[in-house]
């Protein structure tokens, strides 16, 4: 049987890269694609929400990510019985890795994020990860014991008129991700992963550089550019559980 002719508006069968284990692609509209045909989702979102979640689920800790900031993200912080996250340099806890680092074990904090913690909320009840460079490979083992089919998902940043704006990091941690992964890959996820490779022994000076860890560093958060660049030294698999993220149970952080 002939397949029928579809137009740009209905073209799912050519953005979902249903023919790979592996496939890769960005913000809210790659989760639109991939989900369905995905077992399993991986977000990434290395400056900073992931980074964030690792640090703190290494720990002991819940991360309840939410997308929006201010009244709504305290309300639903004291309906959870959580802490709130506010701005960076802000409170005790933000979206700077650095202020999880003396969480303890037990506590519960509603973390606010457009992007990565934005993302995670839309994956359509898909068992969910959250992944950034110190956990990539943790992580790509953890989801493997789920599902096959992995949708890894770079979260991207926003320009001010709430475009995505794709950041390096991202697809980098999308590339180690999918380094870690077996199955076969779809282009765009070897795309990522051909760049992780060849990025892999740079990426401190890679995120200072960028972007994102520019914007970061003139803001006087380079500690948080500079634990977010460390590969592979935490072994927390973040998943998404009853709204929270906690630890899949595939081990505790290596280090600080």
């Known amino acids: ?21 592996v496939r890769v692609e960005w913000g809210g509209g790659g989760v639109a694609s991939l989900c ?13 929400f992931s980074t964030c979640v690792d640090v703190a689920v290494g720990r002991g800790a819940a991360i309840l990510p939410f997308a929006r900031s201010g009244d709504e993200a305290r309300a639903y912080a004291r309906q959870m019985g959580a802490q709130c996250g506010g701005p960076r340099g802000e409170g005790r806890f933000s979206l700077s890795p650095t202020s999880f680092a003396e969480i303890g074990a037990g506590e519960r904090v509603v973390l606010p994020s ?30 493997q014991e789920v599902g096959r089919r992995i949708a890894v998902i770079a979260a991207g ?21 999918v380094a870690a992964l077996e199955g076969s890959r779809s ?35 380079t500690d948080d550019v500079v634990w977010a660049s460390a590969l592979n030294m935490s072994a927390c698999a973040p998943i998404l559980r009853a709204g929270a993220f906690v630890d899949a149970g595939t081990g505790r952080m290596a280090g600080t």
């Open 114 to 143: 457009p992007n990565g913690g934005a993302l995670s909320l839309h994956t359509g009840g898909k068992p969910t990860f959250t992944a950034c460079l110190r956990n990539a490979s943790a992580v790509a083992l953890a989801a």
């Open 36 to 48: 369905d045909g995905a077992e399993v989702v991986v977000i990434v979102d290395v400056l900073s």
């Open 187 to 221: 282009p765009e996820a070897d795309g990522a992963q051909v760049m992780f490779e060849a990025s892999a022994r740079r990426l401190p000076d890679i995120l200072i550089g960028c972007a994102s860890g520019r914007q970061l560093v003139d803001l006087g958060f």
């Open 1 to 21: 049987m002939m397949a029928r002719a579809r137009g740009p508006g209905d073209g799912a069968v050519w953005f979902d890269q249903s023919a790979y284990d």
């Open 157 to 177: 940043e926003r320009w001010k008129s709430d475009a995505l704006r794709p950041a390096l990091e991202d697809w980098l941690g999308a590339g180690a991700v």
